[in-house]
Each structure stands twice: as C-alpha cells, then as structure tokens.
C-alpha cells in the first residue's frame, strides 16, 4: 500500500499550477487536501506521472462572503470552514452538513474544492452545492468559468471539469431570507460513507429535496408545498427516478426506501424550523 | 515552484516534538513512512494506510490529522508532534496518566493516534460532551478496549462524569 513513484510539484501561484497542469496533460493529478486521493494512491488505482500540490496556494485559501455568494477558494479545509462562526447564519445547511464529512481527523486536511473535484456520489459537500444551487469556479491558463452546480457533476468521479482546469472555489448561495434547511444522513456509522444523505430547502412557495448516495451524482427536485399524500406520491416518484444501484453497504430498494422516509423527515425539520 | 523528481530521495526537514529533524524522502514516501523509517520515530503506528483506522494521526502544525494521508515533501519546514513529545521529563500528561488509570489501552496499537487527537481537538472542545467525544473517537479503530475505558479517561480528564448506561 505505498504509491507508485511520481514527480512531486509544489507551485508557488494558481499559474505556475495551471501551466504545470497544462504541461502535464493526462499524466498529472492535482492534489489539495488528498484525503479521497492520497487513499487511491496507496492503493494504486490512481499512479500519475506528476502531483501538483494546490494545498499550500495562498490565492485558494481565501473565504469571501458578496453579492449573495459565500465564496470558499478551492484549499480551504473543511473543518476551516466549518470553524468559521458565521456559517450557521450565513449557510446554515452547511452547518449542519460539514459535521457528517469524515471524521474530525480527516476534516482538518480534506478541503471543500477536493470533496467537489472528487465527484463521489454519496459526498456531502457536492450535496449541499446542489441544494444551495451552487456554481464551481474553474481556471486554465487560458481562461476563467463558471458551472453551476446542476451541469457540474456528471457522474462518479466524473466532473464537467476540463484536464486543463483547476477547481478555483467553489460558490454556494447564502441563506435567503425565509427559507429554512434540513439535513439527514443514513451511513453504517457516522463518518462512514452516506448510503444515503438528503437536504431539505422549505421556501413560502417551494420545496427543494436534493438527495446524495442514489443517483450517479447528487440530484435535487423542486416542488410546491405539497403535504400529505400528494407529498408521499412526490416522494416515491422521486426515489424510483433516482433509481439507485445495489451494493456491499445497501439495496437499491432500501436507498429508495431511505428517500421516501427521510425525505419527509427531512422537509419535515425544515418546515418546523420555518413555522415553529 | 518547488519540483522534486521521483526517483531521487529529497532532504525534508521537520521540527520534530521541537527538535529540527532532517531525513531524505523520495516524493512518494508517506509522512507515517518517514517518521518510523527515516526519523527512528516508532511511535506513530501505521493500520490500514488509508484513512480509516486513525493509528498513524500526528500533529502537524498542531493539527491532528493522517500522516499516511500526507507525503513527507508535504510537510518540509513544518511541525509534527507525535505521541513522544507529549510527556514532558518524564512525566506523563494529565491525559496519558488517565488512559493508564482508567486501564483505556491493552494493546495499545490505536492509542497514540487517539492521544494525538485529543491533544488537538481538547484545545477546541475542552469541555466535551460524551456524545462529541464519541463522534471525535469514530475517526479511531480500537479493536481492544471497547471504547468504554477511552470515553471514561477524557472525561475524567476534563472534569466530568461519563453518562452512558453501557459503561
Ligand atoms: S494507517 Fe493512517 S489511518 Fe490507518
Ligand atoms: S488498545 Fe489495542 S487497538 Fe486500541
């Protein structure tokens, strides 16, 4: 379990890490907190030629709040942001998710911009940009975009993210005014992989379920308020589209089943905390 | 930019437990690799190698996280503390005098990393609740101790009585 032999690069800009990345081609991966690569490296199932290290890149560690928009630079760590003592206020779902990212150990290095670039289906982070309609914001040498959140994740592991590119940071809406969040997940223990894990935004008009660990990727769905019945038809209407596959951690009938329960749990906490 | 080639074995130099440590690592060498083989530093303990067990958590610039999640380059010019700098001449900390009192380690495999956790995240969280402590320890597999004894040590260690019913 140790990584094959590669070329370890530490630039010192976004564009000293851009032309590497562009000089590397396919033969480069790029690596911030490490805590889904560095697992893939030791096992080998990732061997690049080169490593270009973005963790210590001071023009990706910033946090910036503007125009609606909480900002987080591609290096910030998880539990950086997660410290930071206006999340609750400002993105509330994100207080209530980040805690369910791995363990405390592995927090402290996995950054928010690598959970995004890694693309696993069951993540949570990937989950609450969905929810909180979220853009990713991607750099080459040659140019600067922006993808929203919905066209982002492809599928597992698979990003609309060019070989050339960088995830720069990534944007997640702030808290509107009026809207309340939930946030539930099922794993075998905390910290473990979600089976499945659901966020729940309740607005005066709409309900917005985005539900990870289902689908190839992290898929949300709007409604009205709807309750009742017409809710539980919602629901299951939702799971079955969502599919889901089955695995060593659980059926696809149970993760449908997952969707059903915990999706009305889930708005059901968001609704309480909007008309208590 | 710093680029460091493959196949040649780098000079990485650590303040190790306060002491500058200089060793060689090829860019691919593992941090938890470095410590034990290059450094002569045994007591960071390696499982699983990727992530899951928590045995290799080290310190580094005073935050406890996977030395077999980060490269020996990564940490060139930094601060790793593992578990042989917590005692100070001799004398255990009040922490390590609570695993001993409290019987929280038989085999002792898990229980440098967990101490190293706890040196970080008791700073954050001085007053933990059980229900915290015990979401912290799931970063650590203890297949000897049942945790019980773990969650009664920290909190003792922090003042405080442990609540549940299967202790
Ligand atoms: S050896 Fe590092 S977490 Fe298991
Ligand atoms: S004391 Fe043996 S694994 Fe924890």
């Given amino acids: ?276 | 930019m710093t680029a460091l080639a493959a196949g040649t074995r780098h000079p990485v130099t650590i303040t190790l437990n306060g002491q500058p440590r200089t060793g060689h690592a090829h860019p691919r060498t593992l941090l938890s690799d470095f410590l034990r083989h290059e450094l002569g530093a045994h007591s960071t303990r390696v499982g699983c190698e990727h992530g899951v067990c928590g045995a290799c958590t080290v310190r580094i610039d005073g935050v406890a996280q996977r030395a077999c999640l980060t490269l020996a380059v990564q940490v060139d010019g930094r601060r790793v503390d593992t578990v042989e700098g917590l005692a100070r001449e001799g004398r255990m900390t009040a922490l390590q005098d609570a695993f001993h009192r409290h019987h929280a380690l038989q085999c002792g495999f898990c229980t440098a990393g967990i101490l190293m956790s706890l040196a970080d995240w008791l700073v954050r969280v001085p007053k933990p609740t059980e229900a915290e402590l015990r979401d912290m320890l799931s970063g650590h597999l203890c297949r000897c101790t049942g945790y019980a004894a773990i969650v009664r040590a920290v909190m003792d260690v922090t003042g405080q009585t442990t609540e549940s019913v299967h202790v």
């Fill in chain 1, 1 to 276: 379990m140790k990584p094959a032999p590669f070329d370890y690069l530490r630039p010192a800009t976004v564009a000293d890490a851009l032309a590497a990345l562009a000089a590397g081609g396919d033969d480069a991966r790029l690596i911030a907190g490490g805590q889904s690569l560095m697992p893939m490296l030791n096992m080998r199932l990732v061997t690049p030629r080169t490593l270009i290290d973005l963790s210590a890149l001071p023009e990706l560690r910033r946090v910036e709040v503007a125009d609606g928009w909480l900002t987080v630079g591609a290096a910030v760590t998880q539990n950086e942001l997660l410290a930071r003592p206006t999340l609750a206020t400002e993105a509330p779902l994100l207080a209530a998710a980040l805690p369910w990212v791995g363990h405390f150990q592995t927090r402290n290095r996995g950054t928010v911009g690598g959970s995004v670039a890694h693309a696993d289906p069951s993540a949570e982070i990937p989950l609450c940009l969905v929810a909180l309609e979220g853009e990713v914001v991607l750099r080459s040498a040659r140019k600067r975009r922006t993808v929203p959140a919905s066209g982002f994740f492809i599928g597992p592991l698979t990003t609309a993210r060019a070989a050339d590119e960088i995830v720069e940071a990534v944007r997640f809406r702030l808290r509107k005014p009026g809207a309340a969040y939930g946030f539930r997940e099922m794993g075998m223990r905390h910290g473990d992989f979600a089976i499945t894990a659901l966020a729940a935004t309740v607005e005066a008009d709409r309900i917005r379920l985005s539900v990870g660990g289902v689908a190839d990727r992290p898929t949300a769905r709007d409604w009205p308020r709807l309750e009742g019945a017409a809710l539980d038809e919602a629901l299951n209407a939702f799971a079955w589209d969502l599919g889901g596959d089955d695995d060593q951690h659980a059926t696809a009938t149970y993760r449908r089943t997952l969707v059903r329960r915990l999706g009305r749990a889930v708005i059901e906490d968001a609704q309480t905390e909007l008309t208590p």
